[in-house]
Nanobody, 116 residues
Framework: QVQLVESGGGSVQPGGSLRLSCAAS????????MDWYRQAPGKERELVAA???????NYADSVKGRFTISRDSAKGTAYLQMNSLKPEDTAVYYC??????????WGQGTQVTVSS
């Protein structure tokens, strides 16, 4: 059982930066992968970035070189540093945790809006 709470979303101009946080509670020592998804209006939810317990990272091509995912496994906290933001980054961003040999859990989402 894990609970996830996202924070750090907001409105920013193109080229700006935001840092999202995901605070996990519960069985945080059993989390294998933490990742970030996003869903824009009229589009399917897509994987943005993932990091496993060994520190290996994967990114969607659309954010590679601009976004950085990190985590503090002991605290169960994940972060998404977003730089050089573009209007097409506008979406609700969701934190997700995949447990070791268990289910996945979702946060409630946080809105990111990039507009001029």
């Amino acid at each position: 059982q894990v609970q996830l709470v996202e924070s750090g979303g907001g409105s920013v101009q193109p080229g700006g930066s935001l840092r999202l946080s995901c605070a996990a509670s519960g069985s945080v020592r059993s989390i294998n992968v933490m990742d970030w998804y996003r869903q824009a209006p009229g589009k399917e939810r897509e994987l943005v970035a993932a990091i496993n317990s060994g520190g290996s990272r994967n990114y969607a091509d659309s954010v590679k070189g601009r976004f950085t995912i990190s985590r503090d496994s002991a605290k169960g906290t994940a972060y998404l540093q977003m730089n050089s933001l573009k209007p097409e980054d506008t979406a609700v961003y969701y934190c997700h945790a995949l447990m070791m040999y268990g289910p996945g859990y979702w946060g409630q989402g946080t809105q990111v809006t990039v507009s001029s």
